[in-house]
């Protein structure tokens, strides 16, 4: 898992997330990865390199080589393989196994979550708004200042939007369309899905909010 006196900086999640652009190295992530443990047997590893110019998710399940599942940059990105319950799930899992509070794997992942609806995207930001409360790095005025995401301050964007989440078997959840940018895609060769799906079914059943 991540330095905690690093999830502590206000600054390191301002780059992270983009919202701060400007020159940093953050050698240690380069050197090692952030490794966020799921179960006994699977890690996801989190490389954001040193400057989180291109910002990788892998799932390790000690079988050869980590798996690429989502990756985000600025050009040909595609970051979007988690859906919201899950996301919980993991972020609730991680932060037992890895002694952190949930607040931090949840921040952490949530680039990776997928939505196909207003409702959905509006919940997800709701969601981290509130982590970014929990974390206490943040006062009221700053999370009343917090920048509109584009697709709710430009509502005609959905209008040409394609993108969904569907249940496929035999790869469980897929998420589709010309503007999914996701790799969990039914027929992907190149997705883990046996080893995400069992993954997925070894995490707690308890799907309350953060």
């Given at each position: ?38 179960t ?18 892998m ?12 990756w ?46 207003p ?55 897929v998420?589709e ?34």
């Amino acid at each position: 898992m991540m330095d905690l006196a690093l999830a502590q900086d206000k600054k390191f999640w301002a780059r992270y997330e983009w919202r701060l652009q400007d020159d940093f190295a953050y050698q240690e992530l380069e050197e090692e990865p952030i490794r966020l443990p799921v179960t006994d047997e699977v890690d996801l590893v989190l490389d954001t390199g040193e400057d989180f110019s291109y910002i990788s998710l892998m799932i390790d399940d000690g079988d050869e080589e980590m798996i690429e599942i989502a990756w985000d940059d600025e050009a040909h990105f595609h970051p979007f393989v988690l859906r919201m319950e899950e996301w919980q799930r993991l972020s609730r899992q991680i932060s037992s196994r890895a002694g952190v509070p949930e607040w931090i794997p949840a921040l952490l992942l949530q680039r990776f979550v997928g939505y196909d609806s207003p409702g959905e995207l509006e919940a997800i930001l709701r969601q981290g708004m509130e982590l970014r409360r929990l974390s206490g790095l943040y006062t009221a005025d700053e999370l009343a200042a917090w920048p509109e995401h584009p697709f709710l301050a430009q509502p005609s964007l959905w209008d040409k939007l394609d993108r969904r989440w569907r249940e496929q078997p035999p790869y469980g959840w897929v998420f589709e369309g010309e503007d999914a940018y996701s790799l969990r895609i039914a027929g992907n060769p190149d997705f883990p899905f046996d080893a995400w799906n069992q993954m997925l079914a070894s995490l707690s059943g308890d799907k309350e909010q953060l």
